[in-house]
């Protein structure tokens, strides 16, 4: 004879009961609780005060107070952003996904990306040898698996031709 086992999930807000939506200060509470661990978007900080159960017309105010006070910015979250994706080897196609996933617009996110200080070009030729050797591939698979691997962080055509020559091509 067979048995099953039962397991019960506890919630703690107890059989019947339902709970209070979050007030105006608890949600400047919780945004300012995510703000002091790090940047984030207004998208962002919509998104998870939307996710406790937050009214969106207060959230709206909340994310407003913040950014009047700038203690929330857009500007400061991509800057933050884009520095840390690129310093990890991402390339401008992955960071700019990302921005847009995380609330920012297509034209701010490519502002941000062209402001950056960054040579792709360069910070692909550095990825390209870090990980694989300053020698560019003589075997078509291997330089396909290499091409592949650029693709997949983020750089286009023609960061990675200067990645493959070793040097950086202004001949647009």
Not at 50 to 71: C, F, K, P, T, Y
Not at 92 to 106: A, N, Q, T, W, Y
Not at 109 to 121: F, V
Not at 150 to 164: D, P, V
Request: aromatic share 8%.
């Amino acid at each position: 004879m067979f048995t099953t086992k039962r397991t019960f999930k506890f919630d703690g807000t107890g059989e019947g009961r339902t709970q209070a939506p979050p007030t105006r200060e608890s949600l400047h509470g919780h945004a300012l609780a995510m703000l002091a661990r790090r940047e984030h978007s207004a998208g962002e900080l919509r998104k998870k005060l939307n996710d406790i159960g937050g009214d969106a017309d207060l959230i709206e105010d909340v994310i407003s107070q913040l950014q009047v006070r700038n203690l929330q910015s857009d500007v400061r979250f991509s800057e933050s952003y884009v520095r840390s994706r690129a310093e990890r080897g991402y390339g401008p196609r992955v960071i700019e996904m990302g921005l847009r996933d995380r609330g920012i617009d297509r034209e701010s996110a490519r502002l941000m990306l062209e402001s950056s200080g960054y040579d792709w070009c360069e910070q692909a030729i550095d990825l390209r040898q870090r990980r694989f050797g300053a020698d560019s591939p003589t075997a078509p698979k291997e330089r396909a698996r290499q091409l592949r691997f650029l693709q997949y962080r983020g750089f286009a055509g023609r960061e990675i031709s200067a990645a493959f020559k070793g040097e950086v091509s202004y001949d647009d």
